[in-house]
């Protein structure tokens, strides 16, 4: 699945593989977002490709939400209409002191829960374009999106087990489950 998007302030091609083997090349111009996006690739064993110009001597906000977008377009044109998959999925992921919890559902009802309260910046990344990023990319893929911070103090550990977090239940929830058919008792998602 390929995707691009070019506006007045990001220029964006992406390339997305659910069935991969976690297989990443990330070039946003935001180092630590590039590393979050490496870990989710991997975690969620997903190959990605993100290549992005974006405007970041304005800051990094354009680069990261649209990322999100992108991303979110791409996994929604993947994995709908859903068949034959688990459907729900959640995790908790650890990084030495921190831990968070992400749920999520393939429901094709976009919704966020981001209780992640946490300020500041990570070398040059401000730490709330994290939640930035999984509005965008929510909103965009259809999943109802629960992420919610159960401990932590170190700012790097707290955002990256909220990228890992997301990326295990993914995984999980696109376990496949050949007698689920469509996973929803309306018949559709």
């Known amino acids: 699945m390929e995707k691009l998007r070019q506006t007045k302030e990001t220029k964006i091609r992406l390339r997305l593989d659910v069935e991969g083997n976690g297989k990443s090349e990330i070039s946003t111009g935001v180092g630590f977002f590039d590393h979050m996006l490496e870990s989710f690739a991997k975690h969620a064993q997903f190959d990605l490709t993100v290549e992005c110009e974006g405007d970041i001597h304005v800051d990094d906000h354009h680069t990261v939400e649209d990322v999100g977008i992108v991303l979110g377009q791409a996994l929604s044109e993947a994995i709908y209409p859903i068949e034959n998959v688990e459907r729900f999925g959640n995790s908790v992921v650890v990084m030495d002191e921190a831990a968070v919890e992400c749920a999520l559902d393939l429901s094709n009802r976009p919704y966020l829960v981001y209780e992640i309260d ?13 939640e930035e990023f999984f509005k965008a990319f929510a909103f965009n893929s259809g999943l109802t999106l629960h992420l919610v911070l159960q401990r932590g103090k170190n700012r790097h550990h ?32």
Do not use: W
């Open 118 to 130: 946490v300020t500041g910046k990570v070398g040059r990344f401000d730490v709330e374009l994290a």
């Open 158 to 189: 707290i955002i990256e087990a909220a990228f890992k977090a997301c990326a295990v239940a993914l995984r999980r929830a696109l376990a496949p489950n050949a007698k689920a058919g469509v996973p929803s008792t309306k018949g559709v998602l």
